[in-house]
Structures are given as structure tokens and as C-alpha cells.
């Protein structure tokens, strides 16, 4: 019984690895490359620009500026937002790399950074509504990892970032020999230190967004800090100071938007307030000429030369021209105040402006200098677990790291502690022949099927099993259905 089992085991796992390496496609026989820890870190470009196979989520709104004609405009009118369901949604890449979005139609992705996909997708808003859109993009779900070898169940698992090939052994049960149990210590060790890429991670966003905002405060080009180049290479560096550059010029645009809309009420007020100046001048020749004309009709009507009616009408007429001058001289002051108000608020926002920066940038410090903390205690972690990757007496591991690049696959050699991007296939060995054997394959478990299968044969012969064992008995079946 026993024997049988080992047997559909094998069976089992060859059917599960025949179809994971089916998944990962045959179209391209794989090289085997020498071992290269630089494809173990996220210093790899590619790492952060989207892949046919991953689903994103798309949320596009419309902006409604402020109607610039309205006579009576609100104290307060900022841009409002009104969300466009009909382009927004999840989409999946597909496998030439494409987005369809309803109304805007097909978009390159794969390959593209998140900044590269939203402007496309912006200009394409633009040009086909006739309106500014604010779009945001998000990752819903990426390609699965692979795991195979030696690992209870093999398969395709979610990927998370951050996953590293001990990981994805523990998302596929753990090992599958129980001479390996040594290892799991290891695991727990990688499990807990697994946490450290994620402050890798948000070590790399801080320091961009840390670097954004220095600029931005001095007034100057940002400039890529030699920090965040050591921590994440050169290029995916540029990316993060990108998309956080892009992310904060949507808050500069705002602020630019409340400046300008009191700068406007302060040309408005100060055309009304030249207006009504101008008025004064008017008004006050208007009553100094009635003044006069109420002086003469009033000596004539002393002297009962005019009637008194005459003269009452051009005293209403004098007195009506003080009161225009006092209604001008109010609104002046109204004007005046709106003025005061209104350089008062611009003064205000920009100082609001300037003295938020300066706290964002006081906060980030702190998490920059809380998140390194963590970082250097995942390096620590990682530097004793590397240094000794097999734990004595337990049999030693190989794991291989099968990547797709350029429509071809390529097998690498790594630590346990390697991280995995989406689309990886994990394979897990007992000994170093991991790697050749892969490629002598060929796709199929059909060769080490047999092998074992032989071999159960001589242990059978060996016991003098005769034909009508129960061993013997699935020995048969077992060739019966490999035929």
C-alpha cells in the first residue's frame, strides 16, 4: 500500500508540474543563465511598468472648472469633479499588450509605467469629450507566480509584492520530503523577514516623494538623490521621482487654482474699484455746478423775482447729487474691503501652501528615518540566512527562477530569499541537478515518471513480490495508464 502511494504521488505531482510548465508556455526553449542577484532586487526597470496578464482598475472623472462668465461668481468656487463610469472599470492587458477602453478606445500597456498609461489615457479623454480628465490607475491583480518541485502542492499562486521564492514554497504547502522539515525554521526566519521588502518598498516612495518636495520648496529641478539610486538602481529611481511628481501636480494644480481665482477677484475689484473713482470725479463737478445753480434761484426767490417751486427743484436736484456721491463713496469702501479680502486669502494660500510642504517634508523624515530602521534589520535577517542557505543536517536545496523575457524563457540560479516578480516559475530541488534536469525535459514529466516507475520495479523484484502482489498490481496499472 504504501508503494502505491508513492506512486500516485509522483503521479500527481509530474500531472501538476506538466501543467504548470504548459501555463508557462513552450514556445521557447530556455538557456540557462549564471547566477545574477541583480535579478533578485526590484532595480530591474521592467519591475514597475505593467505586464500583458495584469488586471487594472481605471477610474476616470471629468473637471468642471468654475464658469468664468458668471457676473456673481461664489466667495469660493474650486473645480468640482463628476465621475465617468462609463470609461472607468477593470480591464485585464491582453496578450499583444493592449487596453480596450469603452469610447476611448485601445491603448498600449504592457511595457508602459503608470505615468506613460495616464497620460495616454488623459490626452485620449480630452481629445474624444472635450474635457479635462483626472485619471487614476491601480493595480487590481497581477500575473500568478508558479511554484514546482519539491513543495506538497504544485500550482499557480496569487503574486503579492514583495513574495520571494520561500514564500511562494509556502504558499504551495511547504516542502514535500519530510527530511526537509529542517528548513522550515528557515521559513519562518523568511516569513518574518518577508515584511522588510514591504519597508523596502515604502523606503523608495519616501525618499522620491522626500526629493519632489525639497525641489519644490527650494524652487528648483528635482534632481534624483544618490540614496534612492543605491536603494532601487537608476532607473526605477527616475520612475518613482516620476510618478511622484505626477502625483503632486495634481495637488499644485489645485493650489493654483484657488490662487488664481482670488487674484481674479482682485483685477475684478479693483477695475470696479477705478469705475466708481472715476465716477466721483463726475459727481462732484455735477454738484458743485447745482450747488451754485441753488445759490442764484435762491437770491431770486428772496427778492420774489422766481417762484419758490423752482428753487425747490433745484435743491432736490443738489441734494440728490450728495446722495450718488455717498451711495460711490460706500461702494468704494466695499471695494476696497473686497480687495483687502481677497490679497488677504492669496496671501493666506500660499503661506497655507508653503507651510504644508514644510511639515510633509518635517513628517517624512520621520518615516524615512522609522522605515530605514526596519530595512536594515530585513538586510541583517537576509545577509545570516544567505550566508547559510541549507540548514545543517538537512538535504540541500536549489531553487531555479524560470523568467520570461523577450519571448524567452531564462532559468537562474537564486537564494530562497529572492524576490519574485509576476508571471515566475519557482522550482524547488534536492541536490544541485535541478537545473539540468529542467532542460532535459523537454516540457513533460513523462522521463522521471518512468524513472521512478523502474525503479519501484527493482525494489519490488528485490523483495520477490510475486505477480499477484498488491505492489505488483499497481505497478501495472501505473504502466498501463502511462501507455
Not at 500531472?15 to 504548470?20: E, G, I, L
Not at 473637471?63 to 466667495?75: F, T, V
Not at 447745482?290 to 443738489?318: C, D, H, M, P, W
Not at 508571471?423 to 534536492?430: E, T
Request: proline share 3%.
Amino acid at each position: 500500500m504504501k508503494t502505491w502511494f508513492n506512486i500516485a504521488a509522483c503521479l500527481t505531482v509530474a500531472a501538476t508540474a506538466a501543467s504548470v510548465h504548459s501555463a508557462f508556455g513552450q514556445d521557447a526553449a530556455p538557456s540557462m543563465a549564471s547566477p545574477d542577484s541583480a535579478i533578485c532586487s526590484m532595480d530591474d526597470g521592467g519591475a514597475a511598468r505593467f505586464r500583458a496578464g495584469d488586471r487594472i482598475t481605471l477610474t476616470e472623472y471629468e473637471r468642471i472648472d468654475p464658469d468664468q462668465l458668471d457676473r456673481m461668481p461664489a466667495k469660493n468656487a474650486y473645480p468640482s469633479y463628476r465621475l465617468r463610469a462609463e470609461v472607468s472599470g477593470d480591464f485585464e492587458i491582453a496578450e499583444d499588450g493592449t487596453i480596450s477602453v469603452p469610447i476611448l478606445g485601445q491603448f498600449k500597456a504592457a511595457g508602459k509605467s503608470m505615468a506613460e498609461l495616464r497620460n495616454a489615457i488623459s490626452a485620449a479623454f480630452e481629445s474624444t469629450l472635450g474635457h479635462v480628465g483626472v485619471i487614476t490607475i491601480a493595480i487590481a491583480e497581477h500575473q500568478p507566480i508558479y511554484v514546482d518541485g519539491l513543495v506538497k502542492n504544485p500550482g499557480a499562486y496569487k503574486y503579492t509584492p514583495g513574495l520571494t521564492a520561500q514564500h511562494a514554497v509556502s504558499l504551495a504547502g511547504g516542502y514535500e520530503d519530510i527530511k526537509l522539515e529542517s528548513h522550515q525554521v528557515l521559513f519562518q526566519t523568511m516569513q518574518e523577514a518577508g515584511t522588510g521588502e514591504q519597508a523596502k518598498q515604502t523606503l523608495e516612495r519616501l525618499l522620491a516623494r522626500d526629493a519632489v518636495l525639497r525641489a519644490e520648496l527650494a524652487a528648483v529641478p528635482v534632481a534624483t538623490p544618490a540614496t534612492l539610486i543605491d536603494l532601487s538602481g537608476e532607473i526605477r529611481a527616475k520612475e518613482l521621482i516620476a510618478a511622484q511628481t505626477a502625483e503632486r501636480e495634481t495637488v499644485l494644480a489645485s493650489n493654483a487654482a484657488q490662487q488664481q481665482q482670488q487674484m481674479q477677484l482682485i483685477d475684478g475689484a479693483k477695475q470696479t474699484l477705478n469705475v466708481r473713482k472715476s465716477q466721483v470725479e463726475t459727481i462732484d463737478a455735477a454738484i458743485e455746478r447745482r450747488r451754485q445753480r441753488v445759490k442764484n434761484l435762491e437770491t431770486l426767490t428772496s427778492s420774489g423775482r422766481l417762484s419758490e417751486a423752482v428753487f425747490e427743484i433745484a435743491q432736490a436736484e443738489y441734494l440728490d447729487s450728495l446722495l450718488k456721491k455717498q451711495e460711490v463713496a460706500v461702494g468704494i469702501q466695499q471695494t476696497q474691503m473686497q480687495i483687502s479680502d481677497a490679497q488677504a486669502n492669496l496671501t493666506r494660500l500660499k503661506l497655507d501652501a508653503r507651510f504644508a510642504l514644510q511639515h510633509e517634508i518635517s513628517d517624512l523624515e520621520l518615516q524615512i528615518a522609522q522605515q530605514g530602521i526596519v530595512y536594515r534589520s530585513h538586510l541583517a535577517t537576509v545577509s545570516l540566512i544567505d550566508a547559510n542557505p541549507n540548514t545543517p543536517g538537512a538535504a540541500p536545496l536549489t531553487y531555479n527562477l524560470v523568467r520570461r523575457t523577450n519571448g524567452r524563457a531564462t532559468i537562474y540560479r537564486v537564494y530562497g530569499s529572492c524576490l519574485l516578480q509576476p508571471g515566475d516559475l519557482v522550482r524547488v530541488f534536492a541536490g544541485e541537478g535541478g537545473a539540468s534536469e529542467y532542460l532535459t525535459r523537454s516540457g513533460g514529466e513523462r522521463d522521471r515518471r518512468k524513472e521512478d516507475q523502474r525503479d519501484l520495479d527493482q525494489r519490488v523484484e528485490i523483495k520477490g513480490a510475486s505477480s499477484e502482489s498488491p505492489e505488483s498490481r499497481a505497478i501495472l496499472s501505473a504502466k498501463a495508464a502511462d501507455k
